[in-house]
């Protein structure tokens, strides 16, 4: 007895036909983004990580502790305490960077026109002659001003790089205050 076309047909055509249809959109929406192949898409369609440049903090002579969320050193600091505080940069090879600058953050970093850093105030270093691959050490003064409120403050870095392009702006170290 054959069946007939109805709704509720359950035969093999339904997997094979459901299949093409999730194929045909999935393929439909790579390549509105820009994808020609699925199997190409995560190198062709996912933004390049920038290089991984590397920051060693030292503050005080002190070692760190890890902060809360585990990812940064954090500095036990006081307000009125004079910090001196070394920075070891290490640029990796096939990179140069283009222009560094190390300062203070209290709740924000990133980027703003004319490639200058945002939300460093005050910048405490900014080295305008490129930076090709190796190691380099900053020493850097700041004194946490009494009046300072707020929980915590970041040492920041931002670096640009023409050659892989990239700008990266993050903390590197907590100053947790006591």
């Known amino acids: 007895m054959a069946q007939g076309s109805g709704a509720g047909h359950t035969g093999a055509v339904s997997p094979v036909l459901r299949a093409s249809l999730v194929a045909a959109l999935v393929a439909g929406a790579l390549a509105a983004v820009g994808c020609s192949s699925p199997s190409g898409c995560a190198a062709a369609c996912m933004a390049p990580l920038p290089p991984r440049v590397m920051f060693a903090t ?9 902060a809360k969320d585990l990812t940064l050193p954090a500095y036990h600091v006081h ?6 505080m070394s920075v070891v940069v290490t640029v990796p090879r096939h990179v140069t960077v283009a222009a560094l600058w190390l300062g203070i953050c209290h709740d924000s970093w990133g980027w703003g026109p004319g490639d200058r850093p945002t939300g460093m105030n005050p910048i405490l270093a900014h080295s305008r002659q490129p930076l090709p691959a190796g190691v380099r050490t900053f020493g850097l003064r700041w004194r946490l001003a009494e009046g300072r409120l707020g929980a915590s403050w970041y040492l920041c870095t931002a670096w640009l790089s023409h050659q892989p392009p990239a700008a990266v702006a993050r903390a590197i170290a907590v100053l947790a205050l006591n």
């Open 79 to 84: 307000p009125g305490e004079q910090l001196l």
């Open 58 to 66: 030292s503050i005080n002579g002190g070692s760190a502790a890890l």
